[in-house]
């Protein structure tokens, strides 16, 4: 089944870092979203994007739909250890409600 | 609060088993999945359902069967558990009218392990 390329796999940083992570796909998508899994937790849903170039923010989170439509990016400002876990990009095809998934970015913060 | 709920934090079983992962969501979400969550693969769709009584293969729908009776309940069945079954299943449910577009809600998972 198809999948995103999302990098990187892991990022291990300092507490204070920026962060910096994308999505990329042959396909085009008519919406992105991005999730974070807490440890022991189930995915919960960050942002969501729905038009080419939109670059949205949610606090110290801001993530952008690619021009192209093929891609997608998340910025994390300023990390804290709450931001410790796994993030992962989807993308929706237009009427779909089946999400296509990225490999996840685990984030490891060092205090 | 909504809420999606796995019968399962853990489960310990043996090759040959039969395994029944069940889920239940209190939204009244028309759809609901079952995914796989592997190091390194991401989430990968088992099967999902989109009414009471169907049910449609996702990505890696072999060894697995499903089951939805009632709109609030889906259930993942492993006809005869393998070791290579051994993962992370995270089920999940959506609405054809939430206010963002294919959000899922998901569970906090249920880690199964075959020995």
């Known amino acids: 089944g198809q999948q995103l390329n999302q990098s990187p796999q892991s990022m291990f940083i300092q507490e204070g870092e920026d962060v910096s992570m994308n999505c990329t796909s042959s396909?085009?998508?008519?919406?992105w979203l991005w999730y974070k899994q807490d440890p022991g937790e189930g995915p919960v849903l960050l942002i969501a994007?729905?038009?080419?170039?939109e670059l949205t923010s949610n606090g110290r989170l801001t993530a952008q739909f690619g021009i192209t439509r093929k891609d997608s990016f998340l910025n994390i400002s300023a990390s804290i250890p709450s931001d410790v876990g796994i993030y992962f990009c989807a993308g929706l095809f237009q009427g779909a409600q089946k999400l296509v998934f990225g490999q996840g970015t685990r984030l490891t913060i060092n205090p | 609060d909504v809420k999606v709920t796995q019968s399962s934090r853990y489960l310990v079983k043996r090759t040959g088993e039969k395994v029944f992962l069940e889920c239940v969501q209190d939204m009244d979400h028309e759809n609901m999945f079952w995914y796989r969550q592997d190091p390194g693969l991401g989430l990968r769709l088992i099967y999902f359902s989109y009414d009471v009584k169907m049910k449609e293969k996702g990505d890696i729908p072999e060894g697995y069967s499903v089951s939805r009776e009632k709109k609030e309940r889906f259930s993942l069945i492993l006809e005869s558990a393998s070791t290579n079954q051994t993962s992370m299943y995270l089920c999940?449910?959506?609405?054809?009218?939430?206010?963002?577009?294919?959000?899922?809600?998901f569970g906090e998972g249920s880690r199964l392990t075959v020995l």
């Open positions: 999940a449910s959506s609405s054809w009218t939430g206010v963002v577009a294919g959000e899922l809600f």
């Open positions: 994007l729905y038009k080419a170039g």
């Open positions: 396909s085009i998508f008519n919406t």
